[in-house]
């Protein structure tokens, strides 16, 4: 058994595609195709199913996964020991959601550059569902997603914090001031909403379409601090993160608007693959997004109620 043979094998594992997996290994798909029948022959199981253009593992090969990745974990963190020059130096690939990428990353990019000044850092930003298809297709390090709560036994979760969604408006916009509105109340204004069919706003429209109603937004953007300067200047209703307006509402240019039949709570979480080896990069980062939420957090004020 060769050392390259388990890495093709836990590539293709989290690929799930051989193209993808040669792609990736810099291999012929015809090398990879070669590399896992003869690893399939010496361990003596099928590790694979090949449905299709597609390929999944067996229960045999999920089992073998488990020891495939410690094997190159091990490997990998010895290497890492041997080349110590005292200071981190190897690329780092985040996959992070807008608003979080405006909002939270800052400070521990900040800190991190900080400690780590010759790690090259790249930041993709998408939606939630995007962004796991690149973990899974090994084109990130980490993922910082807002969502609801996560789990895959394919994935190592090591952050999820509860995040409130608002209804807020700018100070003073409505005319009529009550300490607790229902959504219908508000439904005659106009609103200003991130893309139809992610995360929170999909939370929004499914309630809204269980109760026979719907909103044709005045806006729909994918940046919230886009949309946040266009209802400041403009006027109207959005729903949107705390974390993205506490600090306009601290200020007082925008109100949270009470909300008593509709209440959403997503969460910010992390993840890697865990076919990915968490190098010392990773595990740095990791580190300082922890620092930034540590236990027993206060959760963001409730304006739902």
């Not at 597609?54 to 495939?68: D, H």
């Not at 690329?91 to 790690?119: A, M, T, W």
């Not at 969460?267 to 990915?276: A, E, L, S, T």
């Amino acid at each position: 058994m060769e050392l390259r043979q388990i890495q093709t094998f836990l590539t293709l594992a989290q690929t799930q595609s051989f193209s993808g997996a040669a792609r990736l290994l810099g291999y012929s798909q015809s090398a990879v195709t070669v590399q896992i029948r003869q690893l399939e022959t010496e361990l003596g199981i099928r590790l694979f199913d090949r449905m299709g253009k597609g390929v999944s593992l067996t229960p045999k090969g999920a089992q073998f996964s488990e020891y495939a990745a410690n094997i190159m974990r091990e490997i990998n963190r010895s290497k890492a020991i041997c080349t110590d020059d005292g200071e981190l130096h190897n690329p780092l690939h985040i996959g992070v959601l807008e608003s979080l990428c405006c909002y939270k990353l800052p400070p521990i990019l900040r800190d991190f550059r900080q400690n780590h000044p010759r790690v090259p850092l790249r930041i993709t930003t998408a939606s939630p569902r995007e962004l796991i298809a690149m973990m899974e297709a090994n084109q990130l390090d980490l993922i910082y997603i807002l969502d609801r709560p996560r789990h895959n036994p394919e994935w190592n979760k090591v952050l999820e914090v509860e995040e409130s969604i608002v209804f807020v408006a700018p100070a003073g916009y409505l005319p009529v001031r009550k300490e607790v509105f229902c959504l219908e109340e508000l439904m005659g204004y106009p609103f200003y909403l991130t893309e139809q069919n992610e995360n929170y706003r999909k939370e929004l429209d499914d309630f809204l379409e269980s109760k026979g109603m719907s909103i044709t937004p005045f806006l729909e953007a994918s940046s919230t601090e886009f949309i946040m300067r266009v209802l400041r200047e403009n006027g109207g209703i959005s729903y949107l993160p705390y974390f993205a307006v506490e600090k306009a509402v601290a200020e007082g240019s925008l109100s949270l608007l009470p909300v008593s039949d509709f209440k959403r709570v997503l969460y910010r979480q992390i993840f890697y693959h865990k076919h990915k080896w968490e190098s010392p990069e990773m595990e740095h980062f990791i580190q300082l997004a922890l620092q930034e939420d540590p236990p027993g957090t206060a959760p963001a004020p409730d304006a739902s109620l």
